[in-house]
């Protein structure tokens, strides 16, 4: 079993940055990649990023390239998504998600072992 704790989350006004973090903890594999996902409330659960926990690659969802960052602390086995100049449309509850074995990032949220509770983004015009 994995456990995976988000936090960071908030209210911000629009054009305004947020930092999350992801701490991954129990049963985890040497390679593996972590991802972020977002869902807004009616719509479906969105792709946002991910990254490859050996190799580092990344990926990005084509709403938040140029404006969000993924990184990782690999001693901490944490995650993080630096989000600037934040828009409305980015506003929903933002999910770690961890798959476990895998150095390819995928963007399909069907893939991911194990997912975080949540952390709500609300962005305010």
Not at 6 to 11: A, I, P, Q, V
Not at 26 to 48: C, D, H, L, T
Not at 94 to 104: N, W
């Amino acid at each position: 079993q994995v456990q995976l704790v988000e936090s960071g989350g908030g209210l911000v006004q629009a054009g305004g940055s947020l930092k999350l973090s992801c701490a991954a903890s129990g049963r985890i594999f040497s390679n593996y990649v972590m991802g972020w996902f977002r869902q807004a409330p009616g719509k479906e659960r969105e792709f946002v990023a991910a990254i490859s926990w050996r190799a580092g690659n990344t990926k990005y969802g084509d709403s938040v390239k140029g404006r969000f960052t993924i990184s990782r602390d690999n001693a901490k086995n944490t995650v993080y998504l630096q989000m600037i100049s934040l828009k409305p449309e980015d506003t929903g509850v933002y999910h770690c998600a961890i798959l476990q074995g895998s150095d390819y990032v995928p963007e399909t949220p069907d893939l991911y072992d194990y997912w975080g509770q949540g952390t709500q983004v609300t962005v305010s015009s």
